[in-house]
């Protein structure tokens, strides 16, 4: 089993849409949770990040995490063309210290106009 | 500059060749990490440097060769690689010991024939 399992997609939406993003784990120490978002022939950048289980909000971008069933999700909302990229989620904590991330796959989502 | 710089963007290389993979970053970060991405896989860790020494060394063959000279430069030298070497090579960086997450540069897309 894979620490961390993140549906590949591709997801496409509609402008405007809810949209959805999850990724679930294995180690239940895990304690910091982010999503990068990738563009198309550029490097991950920083997206939201959260520690230990809750709601955290920024803009038209919600990140939960549940640690209880070990499920975290990111909701975008009012989804624009630009946020057309792949979602990637990452953990941190437990016995990889907080030096080093485990990612998921990434999911590729494409909203169109 | 700001943040973290990779050069070159691309590279095509033969199997016999050797070149050299850089990242700089201006961020202050004394923790700096080599990753590998391929197409529908999650990022790889190859290795990880903490002030200049390295931490880690994710099982990577030998004919990868990474070099910290100090904390703000990192080096991946490449020799007699094979085509499933193919793949986005991401530097990162990070404030070693904090809870602060990775900064990513933005890659350097390898093509070996």
């Known amino acids: 089993q894979k620490e961390v399992e993140q549906d590949p997609g591709p997801l496409s939406v509609p402008e405007g849409a809810i949209v959805s993003l999850n990724c679930t784990y294995s180690?239940?120490?895990?304690?910091?949770f982010m999503w990068y978002r990738q563009y198309s022939r550029k490097g991950p950048e920083l997206l939201m990040y959260?520690?230990?289980?809750g709601n955290k909000e920024d803009g038209r971008f919600t990140a939960q995490v549940d640690k209880s069933s070990k499920y975290i999700s990111l909701f975008i909302r009012d989804s624009q063309p630009s946020d057309s990229a792949t979602y990637l989620c990452?953990?941190?904590?437990?016995?990889?210290?907080?030096?080093?991330?485990?990612f998921g796959a990434g999911t590729r989502l494409a909203v169109h106009p | 500059e700001t943040g973290v710089t990779q050069t070159p963007r691309h590279l095509v290389m033969g199997m016999t060749n050797k070149k050299s993979l850089k990242c700089e970053q201006h961020?202050?970060?004394?923790?700096m990490y080599w990753y590998k991405q391929s197409a529908k896989k999650p990022l790889e860790l190859m290795f990880v440097?903490?002030?200049?020494?390295?931490?880690e060394n994710n099982s990577v063959p030998s004919r990868f060769s990474p070099e910290c000279p100090n904390s703000s430069h990192l080096f991946l030298h490449l020799h007699t690689l094979q085509p499933e070497d193919s793949a986005l090579y991401l530097c990162?960086?990070?404030?070693?010991?904090?809870?602060?997450?990775?900064?990513f540069g933005p890659g350097t897309r390898l093509t070996v024939l």
């Open positions: 440097y903490n002030f200049k020494e390295q931490t």
């Open positions: 180690n239940s120490a895990f304690q910091y």
């Open positions: 990162a960086s990070k404030a070693q010991g904090s809870t602060d997450t990775q900064y």
């Open positions: 990452a953990m941190s904590g437990g016995s990889g210290g907080y030096n080093k991330l485990i």
């Open positions: 959260t520690y230990s289980s």
């Open positions: 961020l202050g970060h004394n923790a």
